[in-house]
Protein backbone atom coordinates (compact mmCIF):
# COMPACT_ATOMS: atom_id res chain seq x y z
CA UNK A 1 0.00 0.00 0.00
CA UNK A 2 2.50 2.26 1.25
CA UNK A 3 4.63 2.18 -2.25
CA UNK A 4 1.47 3.00 -4.08
CA UNK A 5 1.77 6.65 -2.37
CA UNK A 6 3.60 8.24 -4.47
CA UNK A 7 3.31 6.28 -7.26
CA UNK A 8 0.53 7.11 -10.13
CA UNK A 9 -2.23 4.33 -10.84
CA UNK A 10 -1.70 3.01 -14.58
CA UNK A 11 -4.14 3.42 -17.41
CA UNK A 12 -4.85 6.08 -19.62
CA UNK A 13 -6.93 8.84 -18.43
CA UNK A 14 -7.66 12.37 -21.06
CA UNK A 15 -4.99 14.74 -21.19
CA UNK A 16 -6.41 17.24 -18.98
CA UNK A 17 -6.50 21.04 -20.53
CA UNK A 18 -6.43 24.31 -18.50
CA UNK A 19 -9.34 24.12 -16.25
CA UNK A 20 -10.83 22.64 -12.73
CA UNK A 21 -8.67 20.15 -11.14
CA UNK A 22 -10.54 17.58 -9.36
CA UNK A 23 -9.79 15.53 -5.82
CA UNK A 24 -12.30 12.79 -5.11
CA UNK A 25 -12.14 11.41 -1.86
CA UNK A 26 -13.75 8.27 -0.38
CA UNK A 27 -13.46 4.36 -1.14
CA UNK A 28 -16.11 1.86 -2.57
CA UNK A 29 -17.95 0.68 -6.08
CA UNK A 30 -19.49 4.57 -6.00
CA UNK A 31 -15.99 6.37 -5.75
CA UNK A 32 -14.86 3.87 -8.42
CA UNK A 33 -17.54 4.80 -10.85
CA UNK A 34 -17.34 8.25 -10.45
CA UNK A 35 -13.59 7.97 -10.40
CA UNK A 36 -13.89 7.10 -13.91
CA UNK A 37 -16.89 9.25 -14.62
CA UNK A 38 -14.62 12.58 -13.55
CA UNK A 39 -11.39 11.20 -15.73
CA UNK A 40 -13.82 10.95 -18.90
CA UNK A 41 -14.46 14.78 -17.97
CA UNK A 42 -10.82 15.47 -18.00
CA UNK A 43 -10.94 17.09 -14.51
CA UNK A 44 -9.58 14.39 -12.16
CA UNK A 45 -6.71 14.85 -10.47
CA UNK A 46 -6.23 13.33 -7.14
CA UNK A 47 -7.73 10.21 -5.77
CA UNK A 48 -7.43 9.88 -1.63
CA UNK A 49 -8.78 6.46 -0.91
CA UNK A 50 -7.60 3.83 1.86
CA UNK A 51 -7.69 1.09 -0.88
CA UNK A 52 -6.00 2.54 -4.28
CA UNK A 53 -5.42 -1.01 -6.12
CA UNK A 54 -9.60 -0.05 -6.71
CA UNK A 55 -8.52 2.98 -8.58
CA UNK A 56 -5.50 0.74 -10.61
CA UNK A 57 -6.73 1.78 -13.91
CA UNK A 58 -6.99 5.33 -13.58
CA UNK A 59 -3.98 7.80 -14.04
CA UNK A 60 -4.25 10.35 -11.24
CA UNK A 61 -2.20 10.81 -8.47
CA UNK A 62 -2.63 9.07 -5.28
CA UNK A 63 -3.02 10.21 -1.96
CA UNK A 64 -4.02 8.56 1.68
CA UNK A 65 -5.00 12.22 3.87
CA UNK A 66 -8.14 13.57 2.66
CA UNK A 67 -6.40 16.82 4.91
CA UNK A 68 -3.54 16.73 2.13
CA UNK A 69 -5.96 17.45 -0.83
CA UNK A 70 -7.93 20.39 0.68
CA UNK A 71 -4.88 21.82 1.16
CA UNK A 72 -3.26 21.27 -2.08
CA UNK A 73 -3.62 24.41 -4.55
CA UNK A 74 -3.96 22.68 -7.75
CA UNK A 75 -6.75 20.90 -6.26
CA UNK A 76 -9.99 23.49 -7.27
CA UNK A 77 -12.65 20.80 -6.22
CA UNK A 78 -13.12 18.26 -4.39
CA UNK A 79 -15.66 15.13 -4.68
CA UNK A 80 -16.54 12.95 -1.68
CA UNK A 81 -18.97 9.66 -1.18
CA UNK A 82 -18.70 9.57 2.75
CA UNK A 83 -21.43 8.78 4.92
CA UNK A 84 -20.90 12.24 6.93
CA UNK A 85 -19.29 14.30 5.10
CA UNK A 86 -20.20 17.37 7.30
CA UNK A 87 -17.11 18.43 8.48
CA UNK A 88 -14.71 17.49 5.19
CA UNK A 89 -17.44 19.98 3.50
CA UNK A 90 -16.73 23.19 5.98
CA UNK A 91 -12.94 22.31 5.31
CA UNK A 92 -13.00 22.35 1.87
CA UNK A 93 -14.73 25.40 1.49
CA UNK A 94 -12.64 27.22 3.68
CA UNK A 95 -10.00 26.36 1.58
CA UNK A 96 -12.06 28.02 -1.59
CA UNK A 97 -12.75 24.47 -3.41
CA UNK A 98 -15.46 24.16 -5.25
CA UNK A 99 -17.38 20.59 -3.76
CA UNK A 100 -19.35 17.39 -5.19
CA UNK A 101 -20.95 15.14 -2.50
CA UNK A 102 -22.07 12.30 -3.67
CA UNK A 103 -24.70 11.23 -0.87
CA UNK A 104 -26.12 14.61 0.09
CA UNK A 105 -28.73 13.00 2.12
CA UNK A 106 -25.98 11.82 4.78
CA UNK A 107 -25.88 15.85 5.49
CA UNK A 108 -28.91 17.60 8.03
CA UNK A 109 -30.96 20.13 6.79
CA UNK A 110 -29.39 22.14 8.96
CA UNK A 111 -25.86 20.96 7.85
CA UNK A 112 -26.81 21.08 4.29
CA UNK A 113 -28.36 24.69 4.71
CA UNK A 114 -25.51 25.94 6.06
CA UNK A 115 -23.04 24.33 3.54
CA UNK A 116 -25.48 26.05 0.45
CA UNK A 117 -24.44 29.72 2.96
CA UNK A 118 -21.12 29.36 3.26
CA UNK A 119 -20.74 28.34 -0.69
CA UNK A 120 -22.92 31.29 -1.61
CA UNK A 121 -20.94 33.87 0.20
CA UNK A 122 -17.44 32.24 -0.81
CA UNK A 123 -18.55 31.76 -4.70
CA UNK A 124 -18.12 28.75 -5.20
CA UNK A 125 -19.85 25.80 -6.47
CA UNK A 126 -22.09 23.00 -4.00
CA UNK A 127 -23.48 20.03 -5.40
CA UNK A 128 -25.46 18.19 -2.94
CA UNK A 129 -26.29 15.20 -4.81
CA UNK A 130 -29.07 12.96 -3.65
CA UNK A 131 -29.54 9.17 -4.95
CA UNK A 132 -33.53 8.96 -4.63
CA UNK A 133 -34.04 11.50 -6.90
CA UNK A 134 -31.15 9.96 -9.19
CA UNK A 135 -33.53 5.86 -8.95
CA UNK A 136 -33.52 4.78 -12.48
CA UNK A 137 -37.65 4.41 -12.20
CA UNK A 138 -37.77 8.32 -10.73
CA UNK A 139 -35.54 9.55 -13.94
CA UNK A 140 -38.02 7.29 -16.08
CA UNK A 141 -41.32 8.05 -14.96
CA UNK A 142 -40.45 12.07 -14.86
CA UNK A 143 -39.49 11.29 -18.45
CA UNK A 144 -42.27 9.33 -19.16
CA UNK A 145 -44.68 12.54 -17.65
CA UNK A 146 -42.58 15.60 -19.30
CA UNK A 147 -43.07 13.84 -23.02
CA UNK A 148 -47.21 12.91 -21.47
CA UNK A 149 -46.53 9.22 -22.07
CA UNK A 150 -48.00 8.87 -18.61
CA UNK A 151 -49.65 11.81 -17.20
CA UNK A 152 -49.60 13.80 -14.18
CA UNK A 153 -48.61 11.26 -11.18
CA UNK A 154 -51.29 12.22 -8.72
CA UNK A 155 -51.08 9.48 -6.00
CA UNK A 156 -48.23 7.00 -4.89
CA UNK A 157 -48.25 4.08 -2.56
CA UNK A 158 -45.00 2.02 -1.69
CA UNK A 159 -44.68 -1.45 -0.50
CA UNK A 160 -41.82 -3.23 1.37
CA UNK A 161 -40.59 -5.91 3.13
CA UNK A 162 -38.72 -4.47 6.06
CA UNK A 163 -38.04 -6.03 9.69
CA UNK A 164 -36.90 -2.63 11.02
CA UNK A 165 -39.23 -0.06 12.61
CA UNK A 166 -38.56 3.16 10.45
CA UNK A 167 -35.68 1.31 8.77
CA UNK A 168 -33.36 3.17 6.28
CA UNK A 169 -34.93 1.84 3.54
CA UNK A 170 -38.69 2.82 4.43
CA UNK A 171 -37.01 6.53 4.89
CA UNK A 172 -35.32 5.99 1.31
CA UNK A 173 -39.16 4.94 0.32
CA UNK A 174 -41.01 8.01 1.53
CA UNK A 175 -38.35 10.07 -0.45
CA UNK A 176 -38.94 8.24 -3.16
CA UNK A 177 -42.43 9.08 -3.11
CA UNK A 178 -42.04 12.81 -2.85
CA UNK A 179 -39.28 12.48 -5.88
CA UNK A 180 -42.03 10.78 -8.15
CA UNK A 181 -45.00 13.24 -7.69
CA UNK A 182 -41.90 16.23 -7.66
CA UNK A 183 -43.73 18.97 -5.89
CA UNK A 184 -43.60 20.79 -2.75
CA UNK A 185 -44.74 18.20 0.19
CA UNK A 186 -47.26 19.65 2.76
CA UNK A 187 -46.80 17.52 5.60
CA UNK A 188 -45.91 14.02 6.51
CA UNK A 189 -47.27 11.27 9.20
CA UNK A 190 -44.89 8.65 10.26
CA UNK A 191 -45.80 5.96 12.90
CA UNK A 192 -44.08 2.37 13.42
CA UNK A 193 -45.13 -0.67 16.13
CA UNK A 194 -46.20 -3.89 16.42
CA UNK A 195 -49.84 -4.58 15.35
CA UNK A 196 -52.82 -6.89 14.61
CA UNK A 197 -53.03 -10.68 16.75
CA UNK A 198 -49.42 -11.18 15.35
CA UNK A 199 -47.40 -9.43 18.01
CA UNK A 200 -44.27 -10.50 16.37
CA UNK A 201 -45.33 -8.07 13.13
CA UNK A 202 -43.11 -4.97 12.81
CA UNK A 203 -45.12 -2.16 10.71
CA UNK A 204 -44.29 1.41 9.26
CA UNK A 205 -46.94 3.19 7.45
CA UNK A 206 -46.04 6.83 6.41
CA UNK A 207 -48.42 8.95 4.36
CA UNK A 208 -46.88 12.71 2.90
CA UNK A 209 -49.65 15.24 1.75
CA UNK A 210 -48.60 17.73 -1.15
CA UNK A 211 -50.02 21.53 -1.60
CA UNK A 212 -51.62 20.72 -4.19
CA UNK A 213 -54.02 17.85 -3.13
CA UNK A 214 -51.67 14.90 -3.89
CA UNK A 215 -50.67 12.35 -1.52
CA UNK A 216 -48.20 9.60 -1.09
CA UNK A 217 -48.74 6.50 1.37
CA UNK A 218 -45.56 4.19 2.23
CA UNK A 219 -45.71 0.78 3.80
CA UNK A 220 -43.43 -1.67 5.12
CA UNK A 221 -44.58 -5.02 7.40
CA UNK A 222 -41.97 -7.40 8.44
CA UNK A 223 -44.45 -9.64 6.79
CA UNK A 224 -43.25 -11.75 3.75
CA UNK A 225 -46.39 -11.39 1.53
CA UNK A 226 -44.71 -8.33 -0.66
CA UNK A 227 -41.67 -8.22 -3.28
CA UNK A 228 -39.24 -6.42 -2.17
CA UNK A 229 -40.19 -3.21 -3.20
CA UNK A 230 -43.43 -2.25 -5.34
CA UNK A 231 -44.47 1.05 -6.00
CA UNK A 232 -47.29 2.25 -7.33
CA UNK A 233 -47.89 5.39 -9.20
CA UNK A 234 -51.66 6.44 -10.08
CA UNK A 235 -51.85 9.37 -12.94
CA UNK A 236 -54.44 11.77 -14.27
CA UNK A 237 -54.89 10.49 -17.48
CA UNK A 238 -55.75 6.94 -16.31
CA UNK A 239 -52.26 5.21 -16.57
CA UNK A 240 -50.83 3.05 -13.58
CA UNK A 241 -46.89 3.02 -13.44
CA UNK A 242 -46.10 -0.16 -11.15
CA UNK A 243 -42.07 0.02 -10.50
CA UNK A 244 -41.00 -3.40 -8.97
CA UNK A 245 -37.80 -4.08 -7.30
CA UNK A 246 -36.55 -7.85 -6.51
CA UNK A 247 -32.81 -9.06 -5.10
CA UNK A 248 -31.38 -5.36 -6.67
CA UNK A 249 -33.40 -5.40 -9.68
CA UNK A 250 -35.59 -3.13 -11.28
CA UNK A 251 -38.50 -3.10 -13.43
CA UNK A 252 -41.27 -1.30 -14.66
CA UNK A 253 -44.30 -2.38 -15.57
CA UNK A 254 -47.28 0.27 -17.40
CA UNK A 255 -50.83 0.22 -17.43
CA UNK A 256 -53.85 1.26 -19.26
CA UNK A 257 -56.31 2.59 -16.49
CA UNK A 258 -55.92 2.14 -12.57
CA UNK A 259 -54.77 -0.92 -11.80
CA UNK A 260 -55.38 -1.35 -7.79
CA UNK A 261 -52.94 -2.10 -4.99
CA UNK A 262 -54.16 -5.82 -4.38
CA UNK A 263 -52.70 -6.66 -8.43
CA UNK A 264 -51.88 -10.26 -7.96
CA UNK A 265 -47.65 -10.43 -7.55
CA UNK A 266 -48.07 -13.77 -10.45
CA UNK A 267 -49.39 -10.98 -12.67
CA UNK A 268 -46.36 -8.64 -12.79
CA UNK A 269 -44.23 -11.62 -12.40
CA UNK A 270 -45.32 -11.96 -16.47
CA UNK A 271 -44.84 -9.10 -19.02
CA UNK A 272 -48.53 -7.73 -18.17
CA UNK A 273 -48.39 -4.26 -19.60
CA UNK A 274 -45.70 -2.32 -21.19
CA UNK A 275 -42.47 -3.38 -19.64
CA UNK A 276 -40.62 -0.39 -19.72
CA UNK A 277 -36.41 -0.49 -19.77
CA UNK A 278 -34.47 1.49 -17.91
CA UNK A 279 -31.27 2.96 -18.16
CA UNK A 280 -28.23 1.57 -16.20
CA UNK A 281 -27.40 3.42 -12.89
CA UNK A 282 -24.06 4.06 -14.78
CA UNK A 283 -25.56 6.59 -17.29
CA UNK A 284 -27.17 8.50 -14.39
CA UNK A 285 -23.69 8.75 -12.26
CA UNK A 286 -22.75 10.08 -15.59
CA UNK A 287 -25.54 12.32 -15.85
CA UNK A 288 -24.73 13.87 -11.83
CA UNK A 289 -20.82 14.18 -12.87
CA UNK A 290 -21.84 16.13 -16.01
CA UNK A 291 -23.98 18.38 -14.70
CA UNK A 292 -20.93 19.63 -11.96
CA UNK A 293 -18.97 19.85 -14.58
CA UNK A 294 -21.55 21.74 -16.55
CA UNK A 295 -21.83 24.30 -13.06
CA UNK A 296 -18.47 24.16 -12.38
CA UNK A 297 -17.43 25.91 -16.23
CA UNK A 298 -20.56 28.49 -15.46
CA UNK A 299 -20.37 29.01 -12.22
CA UNK A 300 -23.75 28.73 -11.34
CA UNK A 301 -25.57 26.52 -8.55
CA UNK A 302 -26.97 23.51 -9.01
CA UNK A 303 -30.75 23.11 -9.36
CA UNK A 304 -31.04 19.93 -7.51
CA UNK A 305 -30.15 22.48 -3.99
CA UNK A 306 -33.62 22.82 -3.30
CA UNK A 307 -34.58 19.38 -4.04
CA UNK A 308 -31.97 18.31 -1.95
CA UNK A 309 -33.07 20.60 0.93
CA UNK A 310 -36.46 19.44 0.70
CA UNK A 311 -35.77 15.68 1.20
CA UNK A 312 -33.80 16.40 4.51
CA UNK A 313 -36.52 18.61 5.55
CA UNK A 314 -39.17 15.35 4.95
CA UNK A 315 -36.69 13.09 6.83
CA UNK A 316 -36.54 15.34 9.62
CA UNK A 317 -40.02 15.37 9.55
CA UNK A 318 -40.43 12.01 9.85
CA UNK A 319 -38.10 11.86 12.31
CA UNK A 320 -40.32 14.22 14.31
CA UNK A 321 -43.58 12.53 13.50
CA UNK A 322 -42.19 9.00 15.22
CA UNK A 323 -41.49 10.57 18.49
CA UNK A 324 -44.97 12.18 18.10
CA UNK A 325 -46.57 8.72 17.64
CA UNK A 326 -47.80 9.13 14.21
CA UNK A 327 -49.10 13.46 14.67
CA UNK A 328 -48.67 15.14 11.18
CA UNK A 329 -45.88 17.44 10.62
CA UNK A 330 -45.25 20.37 8.72
CA UNK A 331 -42.45 20.49 6.35
CA UNK A 332 -42.57 24.53 6.59
CA UNK A 333 -41.77 24.18 9.89
CA UNK A 334 -37.48 22.98 8.65
CA UNK A 335 -37.30 25.39 6.16
CA UNK A 336 -34.78 27.75 5.69
CA UNK A 337 -33.47 30.91 4.12
CA UNK A 338 -31.02 29.43 1.53
CA UNK A 339 -33.50 29.60 -1.18
CA UNK A 340 -34.70 32.93 -0.98
CA UNK A 341 -31.77 34.57 0.11
CA UNK A 342 -28.69 32.50 -1.65
CA UNK A 343 -27.09 34.85 -4.48
CA UNK A 344 -25.41 33.56 -8.14
CA UNK A 345 -22.43 31.79 -7.99
Given at each position: MDALRNEPVRACAPSR????????????RDTVQLAKQF??????????ADDLQE????????LHAAENVVDRPDVTAVAITHENPANLIRRALSHGKDMYVHNGLGLSADEAEEA?????????????????????????????????ALGKIVFVQVERISTVELSASHLEDILTAVA????KPLDVACSTGIS???????????????????????????VATLNDCRIIAHANNNRTAIIREVEGKIRLHLFDGRVQAE??????????????????????????????????????????????????RVTEACQR??????????????????????PAV
Amino acid sequence: MDALRNEPVRACAPSRAQGPQLALIGGGRDTVQLAKQFANLGILAVICADDLQEFRDIEVTPLHAAENVVDRPDVTAVAITHENPANLIRRALSHGKDMYVHNGLGLSADEAEEAYASASRQRRVLMLANPTSQHPAVQKLRQLGSVGALGKIVFVQVERISTVELSASHLEDILTAVALINDKPLDVACSTGISGEQLHVNNSVSSVRFADGRAAFVFASSVATLNDCRIIAHANNNRTAIIREVEGKIRLHLFDGRVQAEVPHVVLEENVGSVIGLDAAEVHLQRLCREFFEHLKLRSIPGSASETLQLLRVTEACQRSRHLNGGHVTIESFRGSFEENAPAV
